[in-house]
Structures are given as structure tokens and as C-alpha cells.
Nanobody, 124 residues
Framework: QVQLVESGGGLVQAGGSLRLSCQAS????????MGWFRQAPGKEREVVAA????????YYADSVKGRFTISRHNAQNTLYLQMNSLKPEDTAVHYC?????????????????WGQGTQVTVAS
């Protein structure tokens, strides 16, 4: 079992930055691929970024490429999402997720454990 707790969301002006953190506890974190997802009102949950167990491979949705950076610190059981040049369309609840697989995973069905989400609101 893995417990995930996100933090770092909030209200920011367009063009600003936020850094989301996801603290994992429970079973070993270092062996799990991790991902960030988001869900805006009236829309389906979508992948934002993903990372393999070692942090050596990453994936980004086209909408966030060049603006967001996913990283992990396995010794501290923490996943990060640095979000720069934020846009109003980035407004959503952002979720941290952990897979039982070590390799890079993209679809939401590949993830078993989910956090409760943190709200990111970008004002125009």
C-alpha cells in the first residue's frame, strides 16, 4: 500500500510558477513509476507528466512541454512538478499517482495509488 499526499497548489497569476510536491509513505517508493494528472471541471482526467522509477525517463503532455518539469527524490520519497509560465487553461485539480510498475507509465489505468489532489488556479 502507498499513501500519497500532494501539496503546493494555490492561486497564481498567468505567467507565474508553482511547485507541486507529493509525499509518499507506505511501501517502497523508489521502485514505482510515478505520474501527475489533472482534472478540470467538466473534463476527463488527463496525464500531465510521468517518470520512471529511476528518474531517467520522463513524459510530458504536449500542452505542458517546455513549461513543466517532473522530478523525484527517492531517498525522500517525494515527487515534484515544477510548473512555469502557467496559463489559465492549467487550472485544475492536480493528482499524484503511483504505479506498481517501475517503467514509465502514461495511461491512468496503469496507476494503482492516487492522492487526494491539490487545486491549481491560474488567473488571467
Amino acid at each position: 500500500q502507498v499513501q500519497l499526499v500532494e501539496s503546493g497548489g494555490g492561486l497564481v497569476q498567468a505567467g507565474g510558477s508553482l511547485r507541486l510536491s507529493c509525499q509518499a509513505s507506505g511501501r517502497a517508493f523508489g521502485g514505482n513509476a510515478m505520474g501527475w494528472f489533472r482534472q478540470a471541471p467538466g473534463k476527463e482526467r488527463e496525464v500531465v507528466a510521468a517518470i520512471n522509477w529511476a528518474g531517467s525517463k520522463t513524459y510530458y503532455a504536449d500542452s505542458v512541454k517546455g513549461r513543466f518539469t517532473i522530478s523525484r527524490h527517492n531517498a525522500q520519497n517525494t515527487l515534484y512538478l515544477q510548473m512555469n509560465s502557467l496559463k489559465p487553461e492549467d487550472t485544475a485539480v492536480h493528482y499524484c499517482a503511483a504505479s506498481t510498475y517501475p517503467s514509465l507509465q502514461i495511461p491512468s489505468w496503469a496507476y494503482t495509488y492516487w492522492g487526494q489532489g491539490t487545486q491549481v488556479t491560474v488567473a488571467s
